[in-house]
């Protein structure tokens, strides 16, 4: 018991020890105990009642000596309550302690931890949110382009074993033969077999090929050229170099990184959040990577960037532009343009707001 709770049974026993002293020793006594409960804790108080076997003034007398031990004790401990003094000692803590973690228990919490957890949980519900209104406002072609992927390589994982569909692959023969001309275009959608390589290399793809189709969201048509050219340079100059592709849409994701990089020279990028390099720094950067994952001389990667550099050239100097034709017919009334033109509608009213 605490300090307060001695000294107050000490003055109960000292007050009705000293009025007994003056009666007869033929007094017996009985003891109960009365219970008082504080905002700082609960405790007893002596409550001793006379029973008298012979006199009754003696029992009077023992009551009034009573009262006064409690009035005493009472203004005692209101004193002491308004002075800040705890009242609670060592076993009330303790008691109020497992209380405490009766409660935890019963509300199913577990102090910091918890809310850690909690917050944790709250972290992941943003970053999940924040991707998802990320890919609502991806570009119409970025979009289409990375669901064609993920179903190609979805539909590999599923029924060929993790390998890229024959059928969408590069194949000349049955090009030439069968006419398959889906072909040379299927084929950049492949960015390797499903795992961490192909989950950052989509990622590469949907960060710098959604924010190159913004740049040219008033005239979408540019950024059509732009990938069209990549893609017939990869597949007409592979070969040519006697070069066998396997996975051209890692390839072209080179392409797009060094264009972008040529849009935003001079700004510093976060690499992972391990260190800082310039954006044109950064096509050879995914370079090194390439060989670090992949144990070999990263040469399509490194003709991504040779084609991406003559595009840009092409594009500075005027020789590479959208044909008249494209882009009337984007700017007339066809159905299929009108549709195209509300796709690329809401990311040009975001460049308004922000100009």
Known sequence: MTRISLQLLALGALSVVGVSSLRRPFLSTTTTMTNIKTTSGAFSLPNRVGTVHTNDNYSKESAAAASLCKATTLRLLLKEIRGGASLVDSDDEDWSEDEEDD????????????FDMAESDFAEDNTVDRMLDAWKKTPPLTKAYLSASFAATLYGYVCNRNEFPAALSLEWKPILTKLQLWR?????????????????????????????????????????????????SMVIGYPLLKLSPRFLGHNLSTFLVYIWSRYHEGIEVNMFELFNTRAEMLPWFFLAQTFLLEGELPVLDFLGIVFGHIYHHCKTVGILRAPDTLVNWYNGDSAIALRIRNEYAPISSDFEMVA
């Open 184 to 232: 040379p275009f299927t084929s950049f959608l492949n960015f390797g077999p499903f795992g961490l390589g192909y989950i950052m290399t989509a990622h590469f793809v949907w960060t710098y090929m959604s924010t190159l189709e913004r740049l040219n969201h008033d005239r979408p048509f540019d950024f059509w050229i732009m990938m069209v050219f990549g893609q017939l």
């Open 103 to 114: 409660d935890d228990l019963l509300f199913g919490l577990d102090d910091a931890d918890d």
